[in-house]
């Protein structure tokens, strides 16, 4: 069993920056591919970014060169840090965790945290 508590997110300008964490206990961290979802009010979840035990990492389209995952295995925690936001962005982001390797099929994912809003205005 995995637990996920994420934290960071919040009201900002388009442009801004925010850096969202998670911090998971339960299991082996460092063994997890982490990854990060998010949902904006009407639409699926969709994913945004992930990171395996090697580090390798993924980015989904609208979010490469704005946004940067890493993992902090020492503190249990992974993070996303947000730059240039842009409206599109608003939504609640969730962090999810699996044994294995990473992918962006949310389904694949059995441990998830409860989100954090990060709502960007014009």
């Known amino acids: 069993q995995v637990e996920l508590v994420e934290s960071g997110g919040g009201f900002v300008q388009a442009g801004a920056s925010l850096r969202l964490s998670c911090a998971a206990s339960g299991r082996t961290f460092g063994s997890l591919s982490m990854a990060w979802f998010r949902q904006a009010p009407g639409n699926e979840r969709e994913f945004v970014s992930s990171i395996n035990a090697n580090r390798y990492t993924d980015y989904a389209d609208s979010v490469k060169d704005r946004f940067t995952i890493s993992r902090d295995n020492a503190k249990s925690t992974v993070y996303l840090q947000m730059d240039n936001l842009r409206p599109e962005d608003t939504a609640v982001y969730s962090c999810?965790?699996?044994?294995?390797?990473?992918?962006?099929?949310?389904?694949?994912?059995?441990?998830w945290g409860q989100g954090t809003q990060v709502t960007v205005s014009p």
């Open positions: 999810a965790a699996r044994a294995g390797y990473m992918t962006p099929w949310s389904g694949a994912y059995p441990y």
